[in-house]
């Protein structure tokens, strides 16, 4: 059965950290780019981050550069995003996504053939 399970969400307080993971089943991330996504209420969905998971390159959303990392253990076929200075404003349920490699723009959601289910992000004191 193919799909990716997101997990390490929850409640932090503002200027803390979390690190949210999204582990594959069914396939084999190593071609793959993995995006992460996030929605706040009322809020379109957003590209926080994108990972390719056969060279490494990754690339951010303005909102959260040098506050966010993307990574990826491909031995353990998952993708870790960690996110550090947290802010009220990154309160949103977060997805990770997988397109196929070599797509332009990568890790656009047009191009996702699997997601998550969420993960809950939540800032606050």
């Known amino acids: 059965q193919v799909q990716l399970v997101e997990s390490g969400g929850g409640l932090v307080q503002p200027g803390g950290s979390l690190r949210l993971s999204c582990a594959a089943s069914g396939f084999t991330l190593d071609y793959y780019a993995i995006g992460w996504f996030r929605q706040a209420p009322g809020k379109e969905r957003e590209g926080v981050s994108c990972i390719i998971s056969s060279d490494g390159s990754t690339y951010y959303a303005d909102s959260v550069k040098g506050r966010f990392t993307a990574s990826t253990d491909n031995a353990k076929n998952t993708v870790y995003l960690q996110m550090n200075s947290l802010k009220p404003e990154d309160t949103a349920v977060y997805y990770c996504?997988?397109?196929?490699?070599?797509?332009?723009?990568?890790?656009?959601?047009?191009?996702?053939?699997?997601w998550g289910q969420g993960t809950q992000v939540t800032v606050s004191s």
């Open positions: 996504a997988a397109a196929p490699a070599g797509m332009d723009p990568p890790c656009a959601a047009r191009y996702s053939a699997y």
